[in-house]
């Protein structure tokens, strides 16, 4: 089944999402091919004679986009032992309380701590200190299914230590995030703006207590306010914008779009510290990176015809899953990017904003995004996650080991739909799995 349209790929294995979309002519594919490059290959320190890719840091979380997002897939939160937490990240912000703060807000989405900024940088360049390191233990809940299982859930408590820069602030929020998948982004650029608010007004018109919501956000270039479609909040409105916010954030550097380092007034080292030119991501390299990720393709679906998957297919339906995960939809018409204009694909989300309850909560708000609401996640390509990534981590802080964990964590609009999950006899819940496996 083409879950990305004519886009779509057949492709099994550790690079099943790495792969360009199926129908993008041989002309187009060497500049897929140099994105890809700027978007696998590490960033270094400046001076360097490859100046090309020089200026990383001075504070950053990694030195390559291919480190968080493994194999243009899904990142995971640390495991015990591990020394640092590449491929999760954490996010900071503290309320609007001054007047000044309260009218920044409106366009930046959130206030960044004082000292340490909307993200902490755990890793430094030599010369600087890492901002602090990230910690992560867990406490257990257990939840019991209607036949009697007990599946046990883990609760994420998130801690920052070695803080080399002074305290954070004392009211500071503090959000971890896993890399998402780059596949299928193109497409979901391209699904017109009406039809996401004729989804949300459908939505709201049901008896089913599902409320999505638009997220509406700055759009840097454009100096207006536009549909945010990226992030766990959906707090970015473009493939662009959304890859320079990761260059600026994640690898410390700056870009015609975000052209001021990531380092507060308090933070003198990216003064110190040489850089890589200004700015240090050109635009050229900006726009090979927006075609690489616009580009990458969804691998099809397998097993579609398995009875398990096929009965599997009707409880998602049955439970009320798509109300949100949103299983059809067709993109515009764009001349711009004419392999991914008028698909009809599966990706399975409305991207809409819906709050799941006080389990997933985080208690920061990002623009229109509460600390309750989050984006409703693409779910095409969920069944290649382990052999893509090595693991089946999932959720925005990858707390769910497992399909089934991540559905026990919905709350909110979606206690419903969970609660019929935990009603369901055994073999009907292996039949879900086995569906939401095929995607």
Same mark, same amino acid.
């Given at each position: ?28 594919? %060497? ?88 993200? %902490? ?66 497409? %979901? ?78 933070? %003198? ?171």
């Amino acid at each position: 089944m083409k879950s990305g349209g004519e886009t779509t790929v057949r492709k099994n294995g550790a690079n099943a999402f790495s792969l360009p979309a199926a129908n993008l002519p041989l002309s187009k594919r %060497l500049d897929f091919s140099v994105g890809n490059s700027f978007f696998r290959n590490p960033w270094v320190q400046a001076p360097a004679t490859t100046d090309a890719r020089d200026g990383l840091g001075p504070l950053f979380n990694t030195n390559g986009c291919q480190n968080c997002h493994i194999k243009d897939g899904r990142g995971h939160p640390p495991q015990q032992g591990d020394s640092n937490a590449v491929s999760m990240l954490v996010r900071l912000s503290i309320p609007a309380q001054t007047a000044e703060q309260k009218q920044a807000i409106i366009k930046n989405g959130v206030i960044p701590d004082p000292i340490y900024g909307g993200q %902490l940088q755990d890793f430094s360049l030599s010369g600087a200190k890492p901002e602090g390191q990230i910690h992560l233990t867990y406490q257990d809940v257990p939840v019991t299914m209607g036949d009697g299982e007990v599946i046990t859930l883990r609760k994420p408590q998130l801690t920052i230590s070695d803080l080399n820069y002074g305290p954070m602030h004392p009211e500071v929020m503090m959000s971890a995030r896993v890399a998402p998948p780059m596949i299928g982004l193109g497409l %979901l650029e391209l699904i017109p703006e009406q039809t996401l608010e004729q989804i949300a007004k459908e939505q709201q018109a049901g008896e089913q207590g599902i409320s999505g919501k638009l997220n509406r956000v700055w759009d840097v270039e454009a100096q207006e306010f536009a549909v945010g479609r990226f992030g766990w909040k959906a707090g970015q409105p473009s493939l662009m914008q959304q890859n320079a916010a990761a260059f600026n954030g994640d690898l410390g550097l700056t870009s015609e779009l975000f052209p001021v380092e990531n380092c507060s007034d308090m933070q %003198l080292v990216c003064e110190q510290l040489p850089n890589g030119g200004e700015p240090e991501v050109s635009r050229n390299v900006l726009t090979f990176v927006e075609f690489y990720s616009r580009h990458l393709a969804v691998p099809a679906r397998r097993n579609v015809n398995d009875p398990q998957v096929v009965k599997g297919e009707a409880l998602f339906a049955e439970v009320g899953c798509q109300s949100c995960h949103v299983t059809q939809i067709k993109t515009a018409k764009s001349t711009e990017t004419p392999a991914l204009s008028e698909q009809l694909i599966n990706p399975y989300t409305d991207l809409l904003l819906h709050d799941l309850g006080e389990g997933l909560a985080d208690h920061r708000g990002e623009y229109l995004a509460n600390g309750r609401e989050w984006r409703t996640a693409p779910l095409w390509g969920l069944g290649y996650t382990e052999e893509v990534n090595g693991h089946t981590n999932l959720l925005h802080d990858g707390r769910a080991r497992n399909v089934m964990e991540a559905i026990l964590w919905h709350g909110g609009e979606a206690q419903m739909s969970r609660d019929k999950v935990v009603a369901l006899a055994k073999t009907d819940r292996e039949a879900l799995v086995a569906f939401l496996h095929s995607l």
